[in-house]
């Protein structure tokens, strides 16, 4: 089957699952679905208010039956047909004021438990109903775990594993997931992979942030109308529009202007929006995910970042943690990556100089480190020859957390070297590996110690004369005037 083919099938799927259990939720023939694993964990409910992460601790849903289908596999059905029958029952089940009780296995890992509110009794055409879904849930959860493993997820850590589970979780909701975490941790995957198996029929859109010019924002986030502005020549359609039915994915969402976050506040409390130049609301439904490699609640507190947005925004959360605190990872992501070398095979101390590394950029730099390593070193690739090749990007790549005397230092030296400013640090802030106040910074040390002059500076930075006018357009278009103040 072809790839496309395939995930439109497996879109549909899952679809039709969230659509079938949200159905009878709504016509109250269940009053609770929930996925759990072998182990007891809940993966996903939908329906009644229950408490706890897993079936053992929890509460709000008949624990002795679900205790029993974790001791023996199999299909488990208690019904009550009559009150004077009402004794089948546990007594859970009775406060609860369930009336029966299917539990499908799903596959060997995990389990589908459903209750009933208003029916009395499940029926074998409900039951059959039932198999099927936690059939195509099985299929569907294994592949998101495969796909995870697949997508800078990979590996065999706690805190991997977890967040593969709550990729399944999460694409099964509807609200907002905030994706938090360094530059090249995965983020841009993990909300691809939620997109992907959340049934929605619209398209994955980014906003890109950080390479929007903050004067046109609000246009490109919800589009404009001929003559709504001065260089407005046609009609233009918003990233809002274009993820309609789909998920709207904020890469780096603290470099959104804040007269903007209020708007988008508000579009996402109402699904409404006006787009420039026109009057009259109109209404998208979207779902959002933001991803931010900033602590948000200190740019709120620095007045970066609006309270109400983060609050909004965080209902849903994943924090992915940086290679470095999870390196048992790193073996499983080299092998499963290990096509990168080129065939060449892996020598002696190779895995002690992999694991011994910082990896401050993270996967994104693991994958990049293996690409050249496959095309400029010979083989067996040892230790040492990896590590010459970890020591020399280690002398290439500033400071990217914005510290700012070691970005400074590397910066000049290299400015003295003959490199310029569009290497150093204009290449990087489009990558996204820099944010607007490092470079920002940056530019600020460099206009005071030229008597705040922009042609005096250009000099030092090796900007030629003739990249004058680009150079002081970038500055303005894209907010890191060095004469704003620091945050």
Not at 32 to 51: P, S
Not at 227 to 236: S, V
Not at 468 to 487: G, L, N, V
Request: aromatic share 10%.
């Amino acid at each position: 089957m072809l790839p496309q083919k395939r995930r439109l099938l497996e879109v549909n799927m899952f679809e039709l699952i969230k659509d079938k259990i949200w159905n009878l939720l709504k016509e109250k023939e269940i009053s609770l679905a929930m996925i759990y694993d072998e182990k007891g964990k809940i993966l996903w409910h939908r329906g009644r208010e229950i408490e706890g992460k897993d079936v053992y601790t929890g509460r709000g849903f008949c624990k002795s039956y679900i205790e029993e289908s974790l001791k023996e596999p199999g299909d488990v059905a208690i019904e009550d047909y009559t009150k004077s029958d009402s004794e089948t029952l546990s007594e859970s089940a009775k406060v609860l004021l369930v009336k029966s009780i299917i539990i499908h296995p799903i596959g060997r890992w995990f389990y589908l438990y459903i209750d009933s509110g208003k029916k009395e009794f499940f029926s074998e055409k409900d039951k059959i109903a039932f198999k099927i879904l936690g059939e195509l849930l099985e299929q569907i959860i294994l592949q998101v775990r495969e796909e995870a493993d697949l997508s800078g997820l990979t590996g065999t850590s706690e805190a991997i594993q977890g967040i593969r589970d709550l990729v399944v979780k999460y694409a099964m909701e509807e609200d907002p997931v905030l994706l938090t975490g360094e530059t090249g941790v995965g983020k841009n995957h993990i909300a691809g992979l939620i997109h992907r198996f959340s049934g929605r029929k619209g398209k994955f859109v980014i906003v890109d942030t950080p390479n929007i010019d903050v004067n046109l924002f609000e246009s490109k986030l919800f589009g404009h109308k001929k003559g709504a502005f001065t260089d407005a020549r046609f009609d233009k359609t918003g990233l809002v529009e274009e993820a309609a039915k789909g998920t709207l994915f904020f890469d780096e969402i603290t470099e959104v202007p804040m007269d903007i976050q209020a708007k988008l506040l508000r579009f996402i409390d109402t699904r409404k929006f006006y787009v420039l130049g026109e009057s009259t609301e109109k209404e998208a439904d979207v779902r959002i995910i933001a991803a931010s490699n900033k602590d948000l609640l200190k740019a709120v507190e620095d007045k970066e970042f609006r309270q109400d947005l983060y609050y909004r925004l965080n209902v849903l959360e994943i924090n992915v943690p940086p290679l470095r605190q999870r390196k048992e990872d790193i073996k499983k992501m080299v092998l499963g990556n290990q096509i990168l070398l080129r065939g060449k095979e892996i020598g002696e101390r190779f895995w002690e100089a992999v694991c011994d590394y910082h990896w401050p950029g993270n996967v994104r730099e693991l994958i990049n480190i293996l690409k050249r390593a496959g095309i400029t070193l010979d083989a067996p690739i040892t230790g040492e020859k990896i590590s010459s090749i970890l020591n020399s990007v280690k002398k290439e790549s500033p400071d990217k957390k914005g510290n700012g005397s070691a970005l400074l230092t590397e910066t000049r030296e290299r400015l003295m070297a003959g490199e310029s400013f569009w290497e150093l640090v204009w290449k990087p802030f489009i990558a996204r590996d820099f944010d607007r106040e490092t470079v920002r910074g940056v530019l600020r040390e460099f206009y005071a110690e030229s008597g705040n002059s922009f042609k005096e500076m250009i000099k030092h930075l090796n900007v030629d004369d003739g990249d004058y006018q680009k150079f002081m357009s970038y500055i303005y278009k894209y907010d890191i005037d060095p004469r704003k103040t620091a945050t």
